[in-house]
């Protein structure tokens, strides 16, 4: 129960979601690149990162200087499903539509 509610406060959080939608998207992505799209600051993304990470739902690795982000390759399939779920229910949300927007260009 503990993992599972470890898993909902991490989501629970818009800015995290965000993320979240993003590497679903995306393969993988390094903080300064998720920092421009979300339009936070380095820490405060890095933070987020690190949240979602002791969650479970994301995983980085290093490449020379940075750090890439994915998501969690390894996640249980019936959590990915629930998170499949709830990035399903906000795909038409404006703000997540601009991030996908910035994503891709």
Sequence with gaps: MKKILKILKALSEEHRLR???L??????????EIT????????????????????????HSKKGLWV???????????????I???????KNDKIIKNDILKLIK
């Design 19 to 21: 993320i979240v939608n």
């Design 23 to 32: 590497l679903i998207h995306e393969k993988s992505l390094c903080v300064c």
């Design 36 to 59: 421009k799209i979300i339009g936070l600051s380095q820490p405060t993304i890095s933070l987020n990162l690190k949240k979602l990470e002791e969650a479970e739902i994301v995983e």
């Design 68 to 82: 890439y982000y994915d998501f969690n390759s390894n996640i249980d399939k019936e959590i990915e499903l629930v």
């Design 84 to 90: 499949m779920s709830i990035l399903n229910k906000i």
